[in-house]
């Protein structure tokens, strides 16, 4: 049962572009959705995260859009550079000290 | 610093062998988790672990595996008799009640 959906797995922008990343969850009793970046050979770092409560939350060129009614989640790299290039996971979990659902991860590559 | 550093950095080990994956969380918290990622794979949840017990385990925490703070400071996994498909990186992470997870660097498991 995947509790969280991710999508597309890989995408390729070009600098000064915006990579755009969706989730959708199953679970209503989710109520805390982070986004974690990750470089290779590393664990994964939390990026942002949102709870229910608000619609969107901004952090520097990070942005999550959260959509409850739909159940569904994003995460938006604006004015992307290479050093954005990483995997890309959403996950959700109820409560925030709760394990985890990660999705599948989407690999972004900012070409120069 | 890494605020969670885990040891080895890198196990390889014989099919049927016992291994302990270690992690150091600094600072005092409650909450500790165990997370596994095979190659190329997604992060699936192994087991949380708060106030020294542990709180929920997943369907892939069977018998074979085992957590302990022994000294209130380390936090390790041990698997029992290691299988090839063990073969993974296992993160350490600790919780920021309610605000995420820290997430140590991994351990790379290669059972071969």
């Known amino acids: 049962q995947q509790q969280v959906k991710q999508s597309p797995q890989s995408l390729i922008v070009q600098k000064g572009g915006i990579s755009i990343i969706n989730c959708a969850y199953e679970?209503?009793?989710?109520?805390?959705f982070p986004w974690y970046q990750q470089f290779p050979g590393k664990g994964p770092a939390l990026l942002i995260a949102i709870r229910p409560d608000v619609s969107e939350k901004k952090e520097g060129r990070f942005t999550i859009s959260f959509n409850k009614s739909a159940k569904q989640f994003s995460l938006h790299i604006m004015d992307s550079q290479p050093g954005d290039s990483a995997t890309y996971f959403c996950?959700?979990?109820?409560?925030?000290?709760?394990?985890?659902?990660f999705g599948a991860g989407t690999t972004v590559t900012v070409r120069a | 610093e890494p605020e969670v550093t885990q040891t080895p950095s890198h196990q390889v080990t014989q099919m049927g062998q016992e291994v302990i994956l270690r992690c150091v969380p600094i600072s005092n918290h409650l909450y500790f988790y165990w997370y596994r990622q095979i190659l190329g794979q997604k992060v699936e949840f192994l087991v949380s672990f708060y106030n020294n017990e542990i709180s929920e385990k997943s369907e892939i925490f069977d018998d074979q595996f085992s957590v302990e703070r022994p000294d209130g400071s380390n936090f390790t996994l041990k698997i029992r008799s290691t299988k090839l498909e063990d073969s993974a990186m296992y993160f350490c992470?600790?919780?920021?009640?309610?605000?995420?997870?820290?997430f140590g660097s991994g351990t790379r498991l290669t059972v071969v």
């Open positions: 679970n209503t009793a989710f109520d805390y």
């Open positions: 992470a600790r919780g920021h009640q309610g605000a995420g997870y820290t």
């Open positions: 996950a959700a979990s109820n409560g925030g000290d709760y394990k985890l659902s």
